[in-house]
């Protein structure tokens, strides 16, 4: 048997060498494969695939990393897209922004009962049940227009971050696409001073809601001198004593919490 | 590969097709020599917003919770994007042009500003009640 085989392989060798010898090399099958594709199907299943595994997991810390990684993956769809400058703001502010103050919510919220909170098993039959119908009907929606099944013609689209900063402070100087049903070019300033305000009104409100809370106790000097008239050596013994109670009862308020 | 009208005749007529068979054709093809259409996109975006919904709505950790929010909004961002670009529409077909590309840019940032305050009113619940399991957060039950 082996030696048919390495009989065989040898009378190959002797057709195919001459062959390769004269003629030019052959057509690779990669030459027909589309690269873009290619990297599209790369992103796409790096973005479902770890979106799935953040409900999947358990540990928070490991929804947080694998909510980065898709949010990642989700630029470079951006990318491939031919939106740019978006996915360059994706990268920015989701990753580099929201998820890493995410990452640092679950490092200040991580006490060792809270890491992984299970739900139960029936919770996520129901939910994997519910998921797999919203998932049928989003996509028989999404197959439902002809239009959207056609692929793409791969005109590549114009840079996109001076005609998105001209259209933020109210100029447009993109073409209109064709065929566009509004037909209507409108800037976008006052959307953009709303979204600043809002911006500015919202980090305000947050670094109100998430400072420290000090407890309002009476201060060790006011209640010893509201209790007694006492001669002014007690008060500044009681003084001198206050620092360490104060800071204590600020931290049991921290830590034990009003109730 | 089988007959879809056969396939169409073994039903009733006047009964609709349980499958929708229009998407056959796309898991059909080659994926690495076809181009890419606006619907490989709107299937991300579908499972990303299926995803995002079922954390929502199984996760008991407010920020998990955050999370599936997060995964919500980038669905959406992912069907804005593929009908504002041209790359991937047939030729001559309409797109949302750049109007999209600006309203999944306000989407980002409304999007950080949410997280922003909701991560604040977490680190506060927590504070309160030493736990961030949105079951116990049950104070205002009659």
């Known amino acids: 048997m082996t030696g048919m085989l390495d009989m065989d392989i040898s009378s190959m060798t002797h057709v195919i060498v001459p062959a390769l010898a004269t003629t030019a090399l052959p057509a690779l099958p990669m030459a027909g494969i589309n690269w873009h594709s290619v990297l599209f199907l790369l992103f796409a299943g790096l973005a479902c695939g770890f979106a799935v595994g953040v409900v999947a997991a358990d540990n928070v810390v490991r929804m947080a990393l694998y909510l980065v990684f898709s949010l990642g993956a989700t630029a ?18 989701y990753v580099g922004g929201t998820l890493v103050l995410l990452v640092f919510g679950v490092m200040l919220t991580a006490q060792a009962p809270f890491v992984s909170i299970k739900p139960s098993s029936s919770d996520r039959t129901l939910a994997a049940v519910a998921g797999a119908s919203l998932l049928a009907l989003l996509l028989t929606a999404a197959f439902s227009v002809d239009a959207w ?6 005109v590549v689209p114009a840079p996109t971050a001076t005609p998105l900063g001209m259209a933020l402070v109210g100029v447009r100087v993109d073409t209109p696409p064709s065929g566009s049903p509004s037909g209507g070019h409108v800037g976008y300033m006052l959307p953009f001073e709303i979204v600043s305000v809002h911006l500015l009104v919202v980090l305000v409100g947050a670094a109100y ?42 931290k049991s308020a921290l ?3 009003g109730r | 590969m089988m007959n879809l009208s056969v396939a169409a005749s073994i039903l009733p ?21 076809e181009p890419v259409g606006v619907i490989h996109y709107l299937i991300v975006g579908a499972v990303l917003f299926t995803a995002g919904i079922a954390c929502m709505t199984l996760k008991r950790n407010a920020l998990g919770i955050l999370m599936g929010i997060e995964l919500v909004l980038n669905g959406a961002n992912i069907n804005f994007v593929a009908f504002s670009s041209s790359y991937l529409r047939a030729e001559g077909a309409p797109t949302l042009g750049l109007d999209g590309q600006v309203v999944a840019l306000f989407v980002i940032l409304l999007a950080a500003a949410e997280a922003a305050v909701a991560l604040a009113i977490t680190l506060n619940f927590y504070n309160n009640h030493a736990t961030v399991d949105v079951d116990r957060a049950d104070d205002l039950k009659g």
Do not use: C, H, W, Y
């Open chain 2, 13 to 33: 007529p006047g009964l609709p097709l349980p499958v929708n068979f229009g998407m056959i054709p796309l898991f059909a093809a080659n994926p690495f020599t």
């Open chain 1, 209 to 250: 809601l998430a400072r420290a809370k000090r407890r309002r106790t009476p201060r060790a000097i006011d209640a010893v001198a509201s209790a007694m008239p006492v001669e002014p050596t007690v008060v500044a013994t009681a003084a001198v004593t206050a620092p360490g109670r104060t800071t204590g009862g600020a």
């Open chain 1, 76 to 93: 470079g769809l951006f990318f491939l897209a031919g939106a740019e400058f978006l996915g360059a703001m994706q990268l920015m502010i």
């Open chain 1, 149 to 154: 099944m056609a692929p793409g013609a791969g």
């Open chain 1, 255 to 257: 830590v034990g919490g």
